[in-house]
Antibody
Framework: EVQLVESGGDLVQPGGSLRLSCAAS????????MNWVRQAPGKGLEWISY????????YYADSVQGRFTISRDNAKNSLYLQMNGLRAEDTAVYYC????????WGQGTLVTVSS | NFMLTQPHSVSESPGKTVTISCTGS????????VQWYQQRPGSAPTTVIY?????PSGVPDRFSGSIDSSSNSASLTISGLKTEDEADYYC??????????FGGGTKLTVL
């Protein structure tokens, strides 16, 4: 079964850091680019970052540029999102997604930024 | 910046047909693929249409996607509406830099 499972979401204070992980299974992870997408409470979907298959191309949304870092480990079938300088407006459910062909979504992990 | 515009909400009765539009702000929406996602409350999005008009296995053929270049828009059409189709629907495509762009989402009410 094709599956993406996110983890690492938590309650963190403003200015803090968090690292999200996404474990892939059921497909050849190294053959696909990957994305992180988030959804603030009651809001729509917001794309935040992209990484190519071999990590040579990386893009960020303006809202997270300079604070978040996307990475991947193809040997471990895993995608990561390092989040620094967290703000209240970063509070959201974070999804990893494989967006080539039939788009595959994880179940999401909740990040809450609050004091 | 390239944007996709969707109606905030649509409503229709069970058994009827509804169409949700997704209009590109510039360029040609036909230049990049368009995907459609369904999201029920409290759940992750799922794909109902990819590459403009392709259905993943398991998605009923009541769901269809199309592109209209003349209006620079994509459409998701759901026929034979069922109460289980009530959800938020998002379109998605790419900007000129190949960055993912989502529409604002449309709340479908089946009443």
């Amino acid at each position: 079964e094709v599956q993406l499972v996110e983890s690492g979401g938590d309650l963190v204070q403003p200015g803090g850091s968090l690292r999200l992980s996404c474990a892939a299974s059921g497909f050849t992870f190294s053959s696909y680019s990957m994305n992180w997408v988030r959804q603030a409470p009651g809001k729509g979907l917001e794309w935040i970052s992209y990484i190519s298959r071999g990590s040579s191309n990386i893009y960020y949304a303006d809202s997270v540029q300079g604070r978040f870092t996307i990475s991947r480990d193809n040997a471990k079938n895993s995608l990561y999102l390092q989040m620094n300088g967290l703000r209240a407006e970063d509070t959201a459910v974070y999804y990893c997604a494989q967006m080539t062909g039939v788009v595959i979504w994880g179940q999401g992990t909740l990040v809450t930024v609050s004091s | 910046n390239f944007m996709l515009t969707q109606p905030h909400s649509v409503s229709e009765s069970p058994g009827k047909t509804v169409t949700i539009s997704c209009t590109g702000s510039s360029g040609s929406i036909a230049s990049n693929s368009v995907q459609w996602y369904q999201q029920r409350p409290g759940s992750a999005p799922t794909t109902v249409i990819y590459e403009d008009n392709q259905r993943p296995s398991g998605v009923p053929d009541r769901f269809s996607g199309s592109i209209d270049s003349s209006s620079n828009s994509a459409s998701l059409t759901i026929s034979g509406l069922k109460t289980e189709d009530e959800a938020d629907y998002y379109c998605q495509s790419y900007d000129s830099g190949d960055h993912v762009v989502f529409g604002g989402g449309t709340k479908l009410t089946v009443l």
